[in-house]
Antibody, heavy 118, light 112 residues
Framework: DVQLLESGGGLVQPGGSLRLSCAAS????????MGWARQAPGKGLEWVSL??????NTYYTNSVRGRFTISRDSSNLYLHMNSLRVEDTALYYC?????????????WGQGALVTVSS | DVVMTQSPLSLPVTLGQPASISCRSS???????????LSWFQERPGQSPRRLIY???NRDSGVPDRFSGSGSGADFTLTISRVEAEDVGVYYC?????????FGQGTKVEIQ
């Protein structure tokens, strides 16, 4: 079974940094694009970033471009978040893609909560 | 960004009766390869999102056949043929044709 386990969430001050991790198992990780999506408290869903299976191509939504960096190694997905803002407060989900070059959220993890507050 | 508009936003349903949710996009979701990347997700209370339908009408593995998706271009529908108690939750449509992928506002399905 595909399993995605996020970690690294927590409370951080505005302007601070955090790194989220997603441990993947149950599939050949390098064969699939992966992504991060988020859900602010009481709000809807928003895609944040994608990365292809090779790691060569990355994509970001406008509000995080230049502040967040997505990366991956042999079995983990990461989201490095810098210059955090109050509006980045959300439950962050890791998601598995459908192919090496495409991810639209075939399977989702349980989420990691990031709270940005002074 | 492509704007996804769902209706209704709240849907009281009767057990055993059908239910439908509409989703419209601000531009066509037909991709250059001919595919239409429109998905439907279910978010049950306290759980992470689960994809039900991909590419308009394809059910994901393990999804009951009472769920079906239809539509084309910029106009799509999710139908539940006979609502069961476990279907309570929020349903989102999502377009994956134009980055950034975007979701509808969500439709809350509850038993009346």
């Amino acid at each position: 079974d595909v399993q995605l386990l996020e970690s690294g969430g927590g409370l951080v001050q505005p302007g601070g940094s955090l790194r989220l991790s997603c441990a993947a198992s149950g599939f050949t990780f390098s064969n699939y694009a992966m992504g991060w999506a988020r859900q602010a408290p009481g709000k809807g869903l928003e895609w944040v970033s994608l990365i292809t299976g090779s790691g060569r191509n990355t994509y970001y939504t406008n509000s995080v471009r230049g502040r967040f960096t997505i990366s991956r190694d042999s079995s983990n997905l990461y989201l490095h978040m810098n210059s955090l803002r109050v509006e980045d407060t959300a439950l962050y989900y890791c998601a598995k893609g459908e192919s090496a070059t495409y991810c639209s959220g075939e399977v989702w993890g349980q989420g990691a909560l990031v709270t940005v507050s002074s | 960004d492509v704007v996804m508009t769902q209706s209704p936003l709240s849907l009281p349903v009767t057990l055993g009766q059908p239910a439908s949710i509409s989703c419209r996009s601000s531009q066509s979701l037909v991709y250059s390869d001919g595919n239409t990347f429109l998905s439907w997700f279910q978010e049950r209370p306290g759980q992470s999102p689960r994809r039900l339908i991909y590419k308009v009408s394809n059910r994901d593995s393990g999804v009951p056949d009472r769920f079906s998706g239809s539509g084309s271009g910029a106009d799509f529908t999710l139908t539940i043929s006979r609502v069961e108690a476990e279907d309570v939750g929020v349903y989102y449509c999502m377009q994956g044709s134009h980055w950034p992928w975007t979701f509808g506002q969500g439709t809350k399905v509850e038993i009346q």
